[in-house]
Each structure stands twice: as structure tokens, then as C-alpha cells.
């Protein structure tokens, strides 16, 4: 028995757009995929940079043993977090009105009837089901987070991790099912050809029942030409550049960054630049970082140390940025003491790991591992002091972690102890 078709969407004479067609998602598919795969790769890298191999590291467990991580991260150049999480944010929000072009382009055939027709069909629609609700879903977890706004109940980074791998392996068994109506399309109407024409040589694809495509079977009169549609979308995307860049990009265009929750202005003085987390959210008062504070160092053997003895040690200076996983970066001048040196008081000279942590009572990063290569660089800092001055409460006063190429949050701030271990 054949189910009734609904009215509404599940009729085809309801989708009647001329732009749509095999060409018009082929070429939105084309725009979309580069930047999706620079997304993906600096998304992964990103995951790798936390060095999820390290038992300390709060973020070990967001890839549950499914982590992709096979190097130490680097860490040089000193911007290579701040460049690799500038272009994965950017990318992925200029990419959105491109993903809602592409949405809109396919969105008769996910309105099919019957719903089901074989099980192969089943398979199909399933494997679509994931490409969209899986696009959506990495696409807007990563705005969210981006604009430091949690309102679902899951942790952020293993669901956006996990729904990564969903959302690449479905788009690519659609891409490599859609490459043939890629090529016969670029095939038959060129690969831009169909741009060249206004709104008065705008012609609709030609409907092909068997082919079973996107193009409508009762075409309205166009009201706007498929170049308009192109230079709209990438209007859409210029704006939102525009709107975010700068806070990874920073100088004068920070300014303009005004969709951006650490952009826009960030005042005067040498500890004006963006904080994260301010020492009120991560619950550090000015009495746990004050004068009784002591830094408590673990190795083979243990020293615990006051501020004034940190700052009577040989004191260095770094100019290295502090790259936020959410897209913000700038660069500081940090003045403090050496790992390397620190490690020397309690024999630890040789240890490949180090674990940092916080006085922030709780917090996914109240603490940080970090793999040799970054305790053997002579510009990885305990830092008391910034542009000069001493830290501010916000900033990490008494003393905060910075180490070149590694994550913002991995900079631990409020440090209130170091052990490590071989
Ligand atoms: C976020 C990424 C993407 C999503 C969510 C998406 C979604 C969809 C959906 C739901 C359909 C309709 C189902 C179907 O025809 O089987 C479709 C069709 C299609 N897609 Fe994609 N797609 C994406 C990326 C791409 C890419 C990267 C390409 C090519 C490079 C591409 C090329 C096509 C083509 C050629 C069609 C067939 C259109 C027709 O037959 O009229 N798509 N897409």
C-alpha cells in the first residue's frame, strides 16, 4: 500500500526555485569544501596541540584513546596555535552562509516521498541525516563556544571532537557519490559559465525525473540571477570576516570585531589585553594569591618558593602570543624565570613531563601537561610580570605559565604547583 503524499514540501511542485539544480550544488559543494577541509585539519591539529598523550592533561579523556595525536606539539614559531586556531574559527564561521546556501540548495530531497523505499534507500537518507544534522551540529557547537556560551548539557570539546569524525565521514561518502553529477554538470554548463548570466538569461536547470535531482519540475520565474545568489552569500561571508577576524588577526581591525567576545576594545595600560577567564569566574581571590602564597615544586626532590625568592632568581623576557582554542590571539611580553631553571631546584633536569596546576579550586584547566620539547625551550616562562608591570589578579597573578605554541588555556594561570616526572 502507497502512503498519501502530504501536502506542503513533500509535493514537488512546492520547491520551485530555478536557481536549484545539479550545478548551483555543485558549485556551492566546490566553494564549501576547501574551507571545510581547512576546518577539519586545524581542528585536528588543535586536538593534538593539547597533547592528549599526556596523563596530566584535563583534555586526555576528550577523545577517549580515539585521539588523533601522533607528535609532540611544537613549539615553533611561537604563533603556530595562534595561526592554526585563527584560521579553523574564521573559516568555519565565514563559512556559514555558505553551509545555508548549500542547506537550502538540497533541501527538496529531504522532503522525499515515501520517506523509505528500500533499504538501500534507508541507508541513503541515514548517511544524509548525518551529513546535515552532523554539519549543523559541528558548525554550531563551534559558534557557541566561540561566543563562550554553553547552553547544552554535554561537554563541549568531545561532543564537537566526536561529531567532527561523524559529520567528515558522511561528507565524504556523499562526495564521493555526488562526484559523477560534479563533473557531468561542470561538464555540460561549465565550471563559472552559468555566472555570466543576468537575470534576464537566468534559465532553470533541466528537470530530470530519472536523474531524481535537485532542479524544480515547475520552475517560477526567476526573481534573482545565480550570480546575485553567489555575491550575496559571499557578502554574507565577507561581513562576518569582517565582524571576527580581528581578534585573531588584531592590530587596527580588532577594533572591528565587534561579534566577537574578546575583540572589540580592551582599554589602556600593559595588562589591557583579553582575558579568558577572570579571577572571579575561576573563583582565585586576591587573599589565595597574596603575600602567604608559595609555589610548591615537585621532582626528585621538593622546594616550595615565595614570590620575592621567584623574583630574585635570573629573570627573562619573551615576547610570545597567547592563542586562545576559541580564536583570539595576542602577543605579550612576558618577563619571568625559566622552566628549565625551576626544574634545577628540585633535580628534575631531565623529566619528560610536566604536570602544572592551579590555584582555581575547579575547572576542566585548573591544570596542564606539557611534553619535553616545551620544558627544554628557553622562552617557556613562569611569568611575574607583563609589558613590564606585574601580572594582574585577572592575568594570573602571582604567577602564570607561558610557553610558546602552546593553547591559551594551557597557560596556566594562578600557578600553584609544578611536578615533574619521568
Ligand atoms: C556541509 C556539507 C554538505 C552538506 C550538508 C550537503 C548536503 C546535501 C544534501 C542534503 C543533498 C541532497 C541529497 C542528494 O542529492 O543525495 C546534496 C546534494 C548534492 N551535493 Fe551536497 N552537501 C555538502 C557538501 C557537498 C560538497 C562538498 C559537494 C561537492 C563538491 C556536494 C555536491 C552535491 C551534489 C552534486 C548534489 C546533488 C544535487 C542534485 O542532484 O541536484 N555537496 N547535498
Not at 555543485?26 to 577539519?40: K, N
Not at 583534555?59 to 614559531?77: E, H, K, M
Not at 620539547?373 to 594582574?392: I, K, T, Y
Amino acid at each position: 500500500m502507497e502512503l498519501a503524499r502530504p501536502p506542503g514540501p513533500f509535493r514537488a511542485e512546492f520547491w520551485r526555485s530555478p536557481l536549484r539544480g545539479p550545478w548551483l550544488a555543485s558549485f556551492l559543494g566546490s566553494l564549501l569544501l576547501p574551507m571545510i577541509v581547512i576546518c577539519a585539519v586545524t581542528g585536528f591539529l588543535s586536538h593534538a596541540a593539547y597533547n592528549p598523550g599526556l596523563d596530566g592533561n584535563a583534555t586526555q579523556r576528550a577523545g577517549d584513546g580515539f585521539d588523533l595525536y601522533f607528535f609532540d606539539w611544537p613549539t615553533s614559531p611561537a604563533w603556530i596555535y595562534a595561526v592554526n586556531q585563527g584560521l579553523h574559527v574564521i573559516t568555519g564561521i565565514v563559512a556559514i552562509p555558505l553551509l545555508f546556501a548549500k542547506l537550502w540548495s538540497a533541501i527538496p530531497k529531504l522532503f522525499e516521498w515515501p520517506p523509505v523505499r528500500s533499504p538501500a534507500h534507508a541507508l541513503e537518507r541515514l548517511s544524509l541525516a548525518l551529513l546535515v544534522g552532523g554539519s549543523l551540529f559541528v558548525f554550531f557547537t563551534g559558534i557557541l563556544n566561540v561566543q563562550l556560551w554553553y547552553p547544552f548539557g554535554f561537554g563541549f570539546l568531545p561532543a564537537h571532537y566526536y561529531g567532527a569524525f561523524i559529520f567528515l565521514a558522511a561528507l565524504t561518502l556523499h562526495v564521493a557519490i555526488k562526484l559523477p553529477v560534479v563533473r557531468r554538470s561542470f561538464g555540460e554548463r561549465g565550471v563559472v559559465r552559468p555566472l555570466r548570466d543576468d537575470l534576464e538569461h537566468t534559465r532553470p536547470e533541466a528537470y530530470d525525473h530519472e536523474a531524481d535531482s535537485t532542479a524544480p519540475e515547475a520552475p517560477a520565474a526567476p526573481t534573482l540571477s545565480r550570480r546575485g545568489l553567489i555575491a550575496t552569500i559571499g557578502a554574507g561571508s565577507l561581513g562576518l570576516f569582517i565582524v571576527s577576524a580581528g581578534q585573531a588577526i588584531g592590530g587596527p581591525l580588532r577594533r572591528l570585531a565587534v561579534l566577537a567576545p574578546r575583540g572589540g576594545d580592551i582599554g589602556g595600560g600593559p595588562n589591557a589585553f583579553p582575558v579568558n577567564k577572570s579571577a572571579a569566574t575561576a573563583k582565585v581571590t586576591p587573599a589565595l594569591a597574596g603575600a602567604n602564597w608559595q609555589l610548591q615544586l615537585e621532582g626528585p626532590s621538593r622546594a616550595s618558593l615565595f614570590r620575592f625568592q621567584l623574583a630574585d632568581m635570573e629573570q627573562h623576557t619573551e615576547d610570545l602570543p597567547i592563542a586562545c582554542v576559541e580564536g583570539w590571539s595576542t602577543t605579550q611580553t612576558w618577563t619571568g624565570v625559566r622552566l628549565r631553571d625551576l626544574a634545577k631546584i628540585v633535580g628534575a633536569e631531565n623529566a619528560t613531563e610536566l604536570v602544572v596546576e592551579s590555584l582555581q579550586p575547579t575547572g576542566a584547566f585548573r591544570k596542564a601537561a606539557f611534553a619535553r620539547n616545551q620544558l627544554d625551550d628557553e622562552r617557556s616562562l613562569l611569568a611575574l610580570r607583563v609589558n613590564g608591570e606585574d601580572l594582574s589578579l585577572d592575568h594570573g597573578f602571582p604567577a602564570r605559565i607561558i610557553i610558546p605554541g602552546a593553547p591559551g588555556v594551557h597557560n596556566t594561570k594562578w600557578v600553584s604547583s609544578m611536578k615533574w616526572t619521568s
